[in-house]
């Protein structure tokens, strides 16, 4: 992973309190995908994708809580998280 990408998950894996040791970059595009440890997946978004991702993880919490089988946001995280206008 680059320094940029490195930097920005750090810190938004602090102000979360979990660890990166282990990350794995998934995938490198519009979204920057990173694998962390216990299942948690990280992404980095473009600058101003802030509302896209409140919508996003709300209605992924709505889906859930309908009983659909969907990927959900991990529990007792605070998310998202902005670092340097970016959204973690």
């Not at 948690?40 to 994708?49: C, K």
């Not at 992924?60 to 809580?65: F, G």
Request: proline fraction near 2%; charge should be positive.
């Amino acid at each position: 992973m680059g320094g940029g990408v490195d930097q920005l998950l750090s810190q938004a894996a602090a102000e979360a309190g979990i660890g990166v040791d282990g990350a794995e970059l998934i995938r490198d595009g519009s979204n920057t995908i990173i694998g962390l440890r216990g299942g948690i997946v990280a992404r980095i978004g473009p600058e101003g994708s802030i509302r896209a991702a409140r919508r996003q993880l709300a209605v992924s919490r709505w889906l859930r809580d309908a009983g659909l089988r969907v990927v959900t946001a991990a529990e007792g995280l605070r998310q998202p998280i902005v670092v340097s206008g970016r959204l973690v």
